[in-house]
């Protein structure tokens, strides 16, 4: 079992920054995968970025590259996703998540921290 437990969401204005943190309670944090999703009212969850084991390999979903970044610190269990130039359309609840291999799916998820972008 792994618990998982985001933070660092907020109200920001159009253009602003914020940088979530999820915290993951697990001695084997290193060896799972993270990502990061987000929802939007009404709309399916989407799958925002993700990190490789030891954070040399991300990816970033085409709607956010150039603005987002994850980041991973094994040291503190916890993974980051810093967002720059936020726009209103990223306005959702973004959730963490956990799992054991690129291909695998992911088990274990946080409670969700949210996000607003104000125009």
């Known amino acids: 079992q792994v618990q998982l437990v985001e933070s660092g969401g907020g109200l920001v204005q159009a ?3 914020l940088r979530l943190s999820c915290a993951a309670s697990t001695r084997t944090f ?3 995968i993270m990502g990061w999703f987000r929802q939007a009212p009404g709309k399916e969850r989407e799958s925002v970025a993700a990190v490789s084991w030891d954070g040399s390999s991300t990816s970033l979903a085409d709607s956010v590259q150039g603005r987002f ?3 991973r ?3 503190k269990n916890t993974v980051y996703l810093q967002m720059n130039s936020l726009k ?3 306005t959702a ?3 963490c998540a956990v799992k054991g ?3 695998g799916t992911y088990d274990y998820w946080g409670q969700g921290t949210q996000v607003t972008v104000s125009s």
Do not use: H, K
Request: glycine share 10%; aromatic share 20%; proline share 5%.
């Open 93 to 95: 609840v973004y959730y």
């Open 101 to 103: 291999s690129w291909l």
């Open 73 to 75: 610190d094994n040291a």
């Open 30 to 32: 290193s060896r799972y």
């Open 15 to 17: 253009g602003g920054s």
């Open 88 to 90: 209103p359309e990223d």
């Open 69 to 71: 970044t994850i980041s």
